[in-house]
């Protein structure tokens, strides 16, 4: 049986969404364990040209929730409002993308192949298919934004690790 287009990208997406949850709620306690200030995570940045944690977390949302509703609407474009300065934003943001996705049925994506989609940004554009766009451009972003979160948190000292990233794996029961 080949493989659907809601098996190649939901459970990774939900996947990556309980990771940034918990690289939230770990950044969290590690603030209240060590008295230190949110905002030293919440504006943490690996680079100073780079966009900050917040932003990092705001991203695995919106490639996986946004890129949903990009595919619906056969146009996305990426939310460039600040990110949520605050744990509990960040937590809220993320479940409203795991809400969207737990409710995405396989018939709903598989009607999506091969319908055109078209990414904006600024003053450029690319042109995709819905499932091309979805596995070559959202999954690689929701995976990058999830690392850049995890490196910065690594950066400030948290004691997380590998399996902190993986998150919650489909192991053969």
């Known amino acids: 049986m080949p493989l ?10 939900l996947q990556m969404l309980g990771t940034a949850r918990h690289l939230v709620d770990t950044a969290e ?23 900050p944690w917040s932003y990092q977390v705001k991203c695995v949302a919106e490639h996986t929730q946004g890129s949903i509703e990009g595919v619906r609407a056969g146009l996305y474009s990426p939310d460039l409002n600040p990110p949520p300065i605050s744990f509990d934003a960040l937590r809220e943001k ?6 969207t996705l737990e409710a995405l049925t396989e018939e709903e994506m598989e009607g999506w192949i091969g319908q055109p989609m078209r990414f904006e940004f600024k003053d450029r ?12 451009f959202s999954q690689p972003n929701f995976y990058f934004h999830c690392a850049t979160a995890y490196n910065i948190l690594r950066m400030k000292g ?16």
Do not use: Q
Not at 4 to 11: D, G, I, T
Not at 158 to 173: A, E, Q, T, Y
């Open 4 to 13: 659907s287009l809601h098996a190649a990208y939901v459970p990774s997406a």
């Open 29 to 51: 306690k590690w603030c209240s364990e060590h008295d230190c200030g949110h905002d030293d995570f919440i504006n943490a940045r690996v680079f100073d040209d780079m966009l």
């Open 94 to 99: 993320l479940s409203g993308a795991r809400e």
């Open 125 to 136: 554009g690319m042109d995709f298919n819905a499932e091309d766009f979805l596995l070559t």
């Open 158 to 173: 948290l004691p997380v690790g590998k399996m902190d990233f993986m998150g919650r794996m489909r192991i053969k029961r």
